[in-house]
């Protein structure tokens, strides 16, 4: 059975930094598009980060110069190193591993990130 487990979350304050793992028990972690998406209170959720497969990022603009994705494909784990966080990042983030090819697509449970003084 797939498992996608994130870990990394917590509180900090306005300013500073967290980073986010997110280990995939899928075969053939390489040929997966992963990606972090993040759900705040009364919002829809939405995509952060994301790299592909070829290993391409992209990121919302609301983050971009601010939040890196990484991959460490030895180790089935993409990363989401967050900087200069804002109490606008509040929200539940979530990882997700997608092979189109094969329908495949997978969630995490999530991981609480709260930026608060």
């Known amino acids: 059975q797939v498992k996608v487990v994130e870990s990394g979350g917590g509180l900090v304050q306005p300013g500073g930094s967290l980073r986010l793992s997110c280990a995939a028990s899928?075969?053939?972690?390489?040929?997966?598009?992963m990606g972090w998406y993040r759900q705040a209170p009364g919002k829809q959720r939405e995509l952060v980060a994301a790299?592909?497969?070829?290993?391409?990022?992209n990121y919302a603009d609301a983050v971009k110069g601010r939040f890196t994705i990484s991959r460490d494909i030895a180790k089935n784990t993409v990363y989401l190193q967050m900087n200069s966080l804002k109490p606008e990042d509040t929200a539940v983030y979530y990882c997700?591993?997608?092979?189109?090819?094969?329908?495949?697509?997978?969630w995490g449970q999530g991981t609480q990130v709260t930026v608060s003084s």
């Open positions: 997700n591993a997608k092979r189109v090819r094969i329908n495949r697509n997978y």
């Open positions: 899928v075969s053939m972690f390489s040929a997966y598009d």
């Open positions: 790299v592909s497969a070829g290993g391409s990022t």
